[in-house]
Protein backbone atom coordinates (compact mmCIF):
# COMPACT_ATOMS: atom_id res chain seq x y z
CA UNK A 1 0.00 0.00 0.00
CA UNK A 2 1.42 3.49 -0.49
CA UNK A 3 1.87 6.02 1.29
CA UNK A 4 -1.27 8.20 0.00
CA UNK A 5 -4.20 7.21 -1.77
CA UNK A 6 -3.79 7.79 -5.29
CA UNK A 7 -6.30 8.76 -8.24
CA UNK A 8 -6.20 9.21 -11.81
CA UNK A 9 -8.30 11.42 -13.95
CA UNK A 10 -9.12 10.53 -17.27
CA UNK A 11 -10.76 13.74 -18.63
CA UNK A 12 -10.92 16.87 -20.74
CA UNK A 13 -8.73 20.33 -19.50
CA UNK A 14 -10.95 23.35 -19.05
CA UNK A 15 -8.41 26.62 -19.56
CA UNK A 16 -10.98 27.73 -17.32
CA UNK A 17 -9.98 26.04 -14.36
CA UNK A 18 -13.97 25.10 -13.18
CA UNK A 19 -14.61 21.91 -14.46
CA UNK A 20 -12.22 18.83 -16.31
CA UNK A 21 -8.93 17.82 -15.20
CA UNK A 22 -8.64 21.14 -13.46
CA UNK A 23 -11.69 20.44 -11.35
CA UNK A 24 -10.62 16.99 -10.05
CA UNK A 25 -7.18 18.00 -9.09
CA UNK A 26 -7.86 20.83 -6.89
CA UNK A 27 -10.92 18.60 -5.26
CA UNK A 28 -8.28 15.96 -4.79
CA UNK A 29 -5.78 17.80 -3.87
CA UNK A 30 -8.19 19.15 -1.10
CA UNK A 31 -9.52 15.40 0.05
CA UNK A 32 -5.61 14.63 1.17
CA UNK A 33 -5.37 12.30 -2.26
CA UNK A 34 -2.54 12.23 -4.71
CA UNK A 35 -3.67 13.30 -8.44
CA UNK A 36 -2.67 11.99 -11.65
CA UNK A 37 -4.10 13.02 -14.92
CA UNK A 38 -4.69 11.47 -18.82
CA UNK A 39 -5.57 14.21 -20.79
CA UNK A 40 -8.02 13.26 -23.48
CA UNK A 41 -8.59 16.83 -24.71
CA UNK A 42 -8.37 20.05 -24.68
CA UNK A 43 -10.67 23.02 -24.97
CA UNK A 44 -10.35 26.94 -24.83
CA UNK A 45 -13.32 27.57 -22.03
CA UNK A 46 -14.29 29.86 -19.72
CA UNK A 47 -17.39 30.70 -17.82
CA UNK A 48 -19.14 32.00 -20.96
CA UNK A 49 -18.67 28.87 -22.53
CA UNK A 50 -16.37 26.49 -24.81
CA UNK A 51 -14.48 28.24 -27.70
CA UNK A 52 -12.46 25.29 -28.89
CA UNK A 53 -12.23 21.31 -28.63
CA UNK A 54 -8.76 19.47 -29.50
CA UNK A 55 -9.27 16.12 -28.95
CA UNK A 56 -6.04 13.95 -28.19
CA UNK A 57 -4.98 10.95 -30.14
CA UNK A 58 -5.69 7.58 -29.06
CA UNK A 59 -2.72 6.26 -28.52
CA UNK A 60 -1.34 9.54 -26.52
CA UNK A 61 -4.41 8.40 -23.94
CA UNK A 62 -3.11 5.30 -23.83
CA UNK A 63 0.44 6.02 -23.17
CA UNK A 64 -0.49 8.78 -20.33
CA UNK A 65 -2.20 5.11 -18.56
CA UNK A 66 0.82 3.24 -19.45
CA UNK A 67 3.01 5.77 -17.80
CA UNK A 68 1.22 5.75 -14.41
CA UNK A 69 0.08 1.89 -14.76
CA UNK A 70 3.84 1.12 -15.15
CA UNK A 71 5.13 3.10 -12.52
CA UNK A 72 3.07 4.80 -9.77
CA UNK A 73 0.02 2.47 -10.08
CA UNK A 74 -3.34 4.62 -8.84
CA UNK A 75 -6.01 3.43 -6.16
CA UNK A 76 -9.30 4.92 -8.29
CA UNK A 77 -9.89 6.43 -11.43
CA UNK A 78 -12.41 8.74 -13.05
CA UNK A 79 -13.24 9.38 -16.27
CA UNK A 80 -14.74 12.46 -17.31
CA UNK A 81 -15.24 13.83 -20.90
CA UNK A 82 -13.80 11.60 -23.84
CA UNK A 83 -15.60 12.81 -26.66
CA UNK A 84 -15.19 10.20 -28.89
CA UNK A 85 -15.76 6.12 -29.47
CA UNK A 86 -11.69 5.48 -29.91
CA UNK A 87 -10.84 7.21 -27.02
CA UNK A 88 -13.56 5.43 -24.75
CA UNK A 89 -12.20 1.50 -26.56
CA UNK A 90 -8.70 2.92 -25.66
CA UNK A 91 -9.38 3.78 -22.40
CA UNK A 92 -11.55 1.02 -21.44
CA UNK A 93 -8.36 -1.63 -22.90
CA UNK A 94 -6.05 0.24 -20.59
CA UNK A 95 -8.39 -0.27 -17.45
CA UNK A 96 -8.90 -3.81 -18.43
CA UNK A 97 -5.32 -4.19 -18.65
CA UNK A 98 -3.91 -2.35 -15.51
CA UNK A 99 -7.29 -4.44 -13.93
CA UNK A 100 -7.91 -1.01 -12.72
CA UNK A 101 -11.92 -1.66 -10.77
CA UNK A 102 -12.35 1.42 -8.61
CA UNK A 103 -13.73 3.37 -12.21
CA UNK A 104 -16.02 6.31 -11.34
CA UNK A 105 -17.65 7.16 -14.84
CA UNK A 106 -18.86 10.60 -15.33
CA UNK A 107 -20.50 10.22 -18.36
CA UNK A 108 -19.83 14.18 -19.45
CA UNK A 109 -22.00 14.95 -22.60
CA UNK A 110 -22.47 18.37 -22.79
CA UNK A 111 -20.90 22.00 -21.28
CA UNK A 112 -23.56 24.02 -19.56
CA UNK A 113 -23.98 26.63 -22.90
CA UNK A 114 -24.40 23.48 -25.15
CA UNK A 115 -21.54 22.26 -26.41
CA UNK A 116 -21.20 19.05 -27.60
CA UNK A 117 -18.42 17.28 -25.41
CA UNK A 118 -18.87 13.70 -25.97
CA UNK A 119 -19.81 13.25 -29.92
CA UNK A 120 -23.45 11.37 -30.89
CA UNK A 121 -21.65 8.40 -32.18
CA UNK A 122 -19.63 7.68 -29.18
CA UNK A 123 -22.66 7.09 -26.47
CA UNK A 124 -23.30 3.21 -27.38
CA UNK A 125 -18.98 3.08 -27.03
CA UNK A 126 -19.85 4.61 -22.93
CA UNK A 127 -22.94 2.32 -22.98
CA UNK A 128 -21.57 -0.85 -24.22
CA UNK A 129 -17.94 -0.47 -23.59
CA UNK A 130 -17.04 1.63 -20.38
CA UNK A 131 -20.27 1.42 -18.46
CA UNK A 132 -19.57 -2.32 -17.44
CA UNK A 133 -16.54 -1.61 -16.18
CA UNK A 134 -17.27 1.15 -13.74
CA UNK A 135 -17.84 0.72 -10.15
CA UNK A 136 -20.14 3.83 -10.25
CA UNK A 137 -21.28 5.98 -12.97
CA UNK A 138 -22.65 9.49 -12.05
CA UNK A 139 -25.16 10.84 -14.86
CA UNK A 140 -27.15 14.00 -14.58
CA UNK A 141 -30.84 13.47 -15.84
CA UNK A 142 -30.14 14.89 -19.35
CA UNK A 143 -27.26 12.09 -19.84
CA UNK A 144 -29.42 9.33 -18.09
CA UNK A 145 -32.22 10.00 -20.50
CA UNK A 146 -29.65 9.28 -23.47
CA UNK A 147 -28.01 6.13 -22.07
CA UNK A 148 -31.27 4.37 -20.70
CA UNK A 149 -33.49 6.16 -23.58
CA UNK A 150 -36.17 7.03 -22.13
CA UNK A 151 -37.59 10.66 -20.61
CA UNK A 152 -37.45 11.02 -16.96
CA UNK A 153 -39.77 12.90 -14.82
CA UNK A 154 -39.14 13.45 -11.08
CA UNK A 155 -38.13 10.85 -8.33
CA UNK A 156 -39.49 7.91 -9.64
CA UNK A 157 -38.40 8.80 -13.15
CA UNK A 158 -34.88 8.86 -12.25
CA UNK A 159 -35.37 5.81 -10.20
CA UNK A 160 -36.59 3.91 -13.15
CA UNK A 161 -33.23 5.31 -15.31
CA UNK A 162 -30.84 3.83 -12.42
CA UNK A 163 -32.53 0.48 -12.77
CA UNK A 164 -32.49 0.06 -16.33
CA UNK A 165 -28.61 1.91 -16.12
CA UNK A 166 -27.62 -0.72 -13.46
CA UNK A 167 -28.91 -3.85 -15.99
CA UNK A 168 -25.96 -2.36 -18.69
CA UNK A 169 -23.81 -3.24 -16.26
CA UNK A 170 -22.84 -0.37 -13.81
CA UNK A 171 -22.27 -1.35 -10.46
CA UNK A 172 -23.44 1.37 -8.47
CA UNK A 173 -25.50 4.33 -10.29
CA UNK A 174 -25.31 7.81 -8.99
CA UNK A 175 -28.27 9.91 -10.47
CA UNK A 176 -27.41 13.24 -9.67
CA UNK A 177 -30.62 15.76 -8.42
CA UNK A 178 -29.04 19.07 -9.65
CA UNK A 179 -31.46 19.20 -13.18
CA UNK A 180 -34.60 17.54 -11.97
CA UNK A 181 -36.35 20.77 -10.91
CA UNK A 182 -39.44 18.92 -9.51
CA UNK A 183 -38.30 19.80 -5.87
CA UNK A 184 -37.81 23.54 -6.05
CA UNK A 185 -36.04 23.49 -2.71
CA UNK A 186 -34.25 20.24 -2.19
CA UNK A 187 -31.60 18.93 -4.88
CA UNK A 188 -31.35 14.57 -3.85
CA UNK A 189 -29.19 12.88 -5.36
CA UNK A 190 -30.02 9.04 -5.71
CA UNK A 191 -27.59 6.14 -5.29
CA UNK A 192 -28.63 2.73 -6.73
CA UNK A 193 -26.68 -0.61 -5.71
CA UNK A 194 -28.58 -2.95 -7.58
CA UNK A 195 -30.78 -4.09 -5.03
CA UNK A 196 -31.24 -0.60 -2.70
CA UNK A 197 -32.10 3.23 -2.84
CA UNK A 198 -30.25 5.85 -1.03
CA UNK A 199 -31.14 9.77 -0.78
CA UNK A 200 -28.54 12.28 -0.45
CA UNK A 201 -30.64 15.29 0.52
CA UNK A 202 -29.48 18.83 0.43
CA UNK A 203 -30.72 22.80 -0.17
CA UNK A 204 -30.96 23.42 -3.68
CA UNK A 205 -29.12 26.89 -3.95
CA UNK A 206 -30.04 29.77 -6.02
CA UNK A 207 -26.94 30.72 -7.61
CA UNK A 208 -25.24 30.53 -11.64
CA UNK A 209 -21.84 29.62 -10.28
CA UNK A 210 -22.39 25.73 -10.76
CA UNK A 211 -19.93 25.08 -13.54
CA UNK A 212 -17.98 21.97 -12.65
CA UNK A 213 -20.64 20.52 -10.23
CA UNK A 214 -20.00 17.23 -12.33
CA UNK A 215 -16.73 16.74 -12.46
CA UNK A 216 -16.24 18.05 -8.76
CA UNK A 217 -18.95 15.99 -7.30
CA UNK A 218 -17.56 12.47 -9.23
CA UNK A 219 -13.76 13.77 -8.71
CA UNK A 220 -14.69 13.91 -4.59
CA UNK A 221 -16.30 10.37 -5.15
CA UNK A 222 -12.99 8.93 -6.56
CA UNK A 223 -10.97 10.37 -3.97
CA UNK A 224 -12.51 9.09 -1.35
CA UNK A 225 -12.85 5.50 -2.65
CA UNK A 226 -8.96 5.94 -3.20
CA UNK A 227 -9.31 6.18 0.51
CA UNK A 228 -10.81 2.99 1.12
CA UNK A 229 -14.29 4.30 1.83
CA UNK A 230 -17.24 2.27 1.15
CA UNK A 231 -19.42 3.75 -2.10
CA UNK A 232 -22.05 4.96 0.50
CA UNK A 233 -19.56 6.78 2.57
CA UNK A 234 -17.85 8.37 -0.72
CA UNK A 235 -21.29 9.31 -1.86
CA UNK A 236 -22.36 11.08 1.36
CA UNK A 237 -18.75 12.81 1.72
CA UNK A 238 -18.86 13.86 -2.02
CA UNK A 239 -22.30 15.54 -1.63
CA UNK A 240 -20.79 17.41 1.25
CA UNK A 241 -18.04 18.63 -0.38
CA UNK A 242 -19.99 19.73 -3.34
CA UNK A 243 -22.74 21.17 -1.55
CA UNK A 244 -19.73 23.37 0.21
CA UNK A 245 -18.40 24.36 -2.84
CA UNK A 246 -21.73 25.95 -4.39
CA UNK A 247 -23.17 27.24 -1.32
CA UNK A 248 -19.59 30.12 -1.15
CA UNK A 249 -19.32 30.96 -4.60
CA UNK A 250 -16.49 32.51 -6.00
CA UNK A 251 -17.85 34.89 -8.26
CA UNK A 252 -15.37 34.57 -10.95
CA UNK A 253 -16.24 35.62 -14.82
CA UNK A 254 -19.10 36.90 -16.42
CA UNK A 255 -21.48 33.29 -17.11
CA UNK A 256 -21.73 30.58 -14.73
CA UNK A 257 -18.56 30.52 -12.66
CA UNK A 258 -16.72 27.83 -11.02
CA UNK A 259 -17.32 25.86 -7.87
CA UNK A 260 -15.26 26.97 -4.52
CA UNK A 261 -12.58 23.95 -4.14
CA UNK A 262 -11.32 25.42 -0.79
CA UNK A 263 -15.02 25.65 0.60
CA UNK A 264 -15.23 21.69 2.09
CA UNK A 265 -11.89 22.20 3.78
CA UNK A 266 -12.71 25.87 5.60
CA UNK A 267 -15.47 24.50 6.99
CA UNK A 268 -14.34 20.76 7.87
CA UNK A 269 -10.25 21.06 8.56
CA UNK A 270 -7.97 19.64 6.22
CA UNK A 271 -7.62 15.71 6.61
CA UNK A 272 -4.36 13.72 5.11
CA UNK A 273 -5.58 10.61 6.64
CA UNK A 274 -3.39 8.00 4.45
CA UNK A 275 -0.10 9.84 4.57
CA UNK A 276 3.20 8.69 6.71
CA UNK A 277 5.41 11.08 6.41
CA UNK A 278 9.10 10.06 6.17
CA UNK A 279 7.88 7.07 3.90
CA UNK A 280 9.79 6.21 0.74
CA UNK A 281 13.42 6.05 -0.15
N1 LIG B 1 -28.36 24.41 -7.36
C1 LIG B 1 -27.77 23.43 -6.66
N2 LIG B 1 -27.81 23.43 -5.30
C2 LIG B 1 -27.23 22.46 -4.59
N3 LIG B 1 -26.59 21.41 -5.15
C3 LIG B 1 -26.52 21.33 -6.48
C4 LIG B 1 -27.10 22.34 -7.32
N4 LIG B 1 -26.85 22.03 -8.61
C5 LIG B 1 -26.14 20.87 -8.58
N5 LIG B 1 -25.94 20.44 -7.31
C6 LIG B 1 -25.18 19.27 -6.90
O1 LIG B 1 -24.05 19.21 -7.74
C7 LIG B 1 -23.80 17.88 -8.18
C8 LIG B 1 -23.88 17.84 -9.71
O2 LIG B 1 -25.24 17.90 -10.05
P1 LIG B 1 -25.87 18.09 -11.48
O3 LIG B 1 -27.09 17.25 -11.53
O4 LIG B 1 -26.05 19.55 -11.73
O5 LIG B 1 -24.73 17.48 -12.37
P2 LIG B 1 -24.16 17.96 -13.74
O6 LIG B 1 -25.27 18.37 -14.63
O7 LIG B 1 -23.27 16.87 -14.22
O8 LIG B 1 -23.33 19.22 -13.45
P3 LIG B 1 -23.28 20.43 -14.46
O9 LIG B 1 -24.67 21.00 -14.42
O10 LIG B 1 -22.24 21.32 -13.84
O11 LIG B 1 -22.90 19.88 -15.79
C9 LIG B 1 -24.84 17.01 -7.50
O12 LIG B 1 -24.28 16.41 -6.35
C10 LIG B 1 -25.94 17.97 -7.12
O13 LIG B 1 -26.59 17.56 -5.97
C1 LIG C 1 -13.22 19.72 -20.06
C2 LIG C 1 -14.59 19.67 -19.48
N1 LIG C 1 -15.02 18.53 -18.88
C3 LIG C 1 -16.26 18.48 -18.35
C4 LIG C 1 -17.12 19.56 -18.41
C5 LIG C 1 -18.51 19.47 -17.85
O1 LIG C 1 -18.51 20.07 -16.62
P1 LIG C 1 -19.60 19.83 -15.50
O2 LIG C 1 -18.90 19.29 -14.31
O3 LIG C 1 -20.12 21.21 -15.28
O4 LIG C 1 -20.64 18.90 -16.02
C6 LIG C 1 -16.65 20.74 -19.03
N2 LIG C 1 -17.42 21.83 -19.10
N3 LIG C 1 -15.38 20.76 -19.56
Redesign the pocket.
Known amino acids: MAAIARALTI ?4 SGGG ?3 Q ?1 DLKTFQELGVYGMTALT ?1 V ?1 A ?1 NTLG ?1 QGIYPMSVEAVQQQMDAIGEDIGTDAVKT ?2 LFNSDIIRGVSEKLVQYRWDKVVVDP ?1 MI ?2 GGSV ?1 LLEEAVRALRDILLPLSLVVTPNVPEAELIAGISIQGLDGRKEAARIIADLGARHVVMKGGHDESNPDEVIDLLFDGRDFYEFCGPRFVTRHT ?6 FAAAVTAELAKGRTVVQAVELAKAFIQAAIAEPLRLGQGHGPTNHWAYRKQHGFAHPTHESGAGE
Not at 211 to 216: A, E, I, P, Q, S
Request: a neutral charge; proline letters at 0%; aromatic letters at 0%.
Open positions: AGSDAGIAATQVGMVAKLHGTGCT
